[in-house]
């Protein structure tokens, strides 16, 4: 692969100049990793109160790397994550979030009420935002810091993630209704 150079950032409480890949959870959506978005936006809309957005270059020469769309192999990889079984050894994932009900998702289909694909149809609800999990200490090489910038105001960034959630949950919830499984899931929920 050709190199390129991407624009990241990552939301968190403090300055981050040398990201430790060791700290993530390892049952996240790429596993274990440190976790940016090409999206600065997007970091804004999920930062908590006294936030540092910190800025990225990285450089992709020589590093492995996996890209998912939001499909069947991104749906079982994902699933396999949360369950802490990360099967991938690229240097660099980039891919969908699942959106924030895949915990419920993943519960339900666990419980046998789902099919992989019905269960797709759900993560597939919603906007699709990017995220870049750094995988290796190769990758973290290749990962330069440019600064980070000191947020204390969300508020303007609040309502627009607090929007953007109300439009996805009533498209979620038609999109439940409209599966085959969701008289079997409403009188589980009731």
Same mark, same amino acid.
């Given at each position: 692969m050709k190199d390129q150079i991407l624009h990241l950032y990552h939301a968190g409480k403090d300055r981050i100049p040398k990201p430790d890949i060791q700290i993530g959870r390892k049952n996240a959506d790429f596993g274990q990793g440190f976790y940016l978005s090409p999206d600065k936006e997007f970091s804004l809309r999920w930062a908590g109160r006294d936030t540092y957005i910190n800025e990225y270059e990285l450089h992709t020469d020589g590093l492995t790397i996996q890209n998912w769309d939001r499909d069947q #192999?991104?749906?079982?990889?994902?699933f396999g994550n949360r369950r802490a079984k990360d099967t991938c050894r690229a240097d660099l994932v980039v891919g969908p979030i699942a959106n924030d009900t895949l915990y419920d998702t993943l519960g339900i289909l666990t419980s046998g009420l789902l099919s #992989?694909?019905?269960?797709l149809k759900l993560l597939e609800i919603g906007p699709c935002y990017i995220q870049v999990a750094i995988k290796s200490q190769k990758a973290v090489q290749n990962l330069k810091w440019i600064g980070a910038e000191h947020f204390t105001e969300f508020g303007h960034y609040r309502r627009l993630r607090a929007e953007e959630e109300r439009r996805f949950q009533a498209e979620f919830a038609r999109g439940l209704h409209?599966?085959?499984s969701a008289e079997k899931i409403e009188d589980l929920l009731s």
């Open positions: #192999d991104w749906f079982r990889y994902i #992989d694909e019905e269960a409209s599966l085959s």
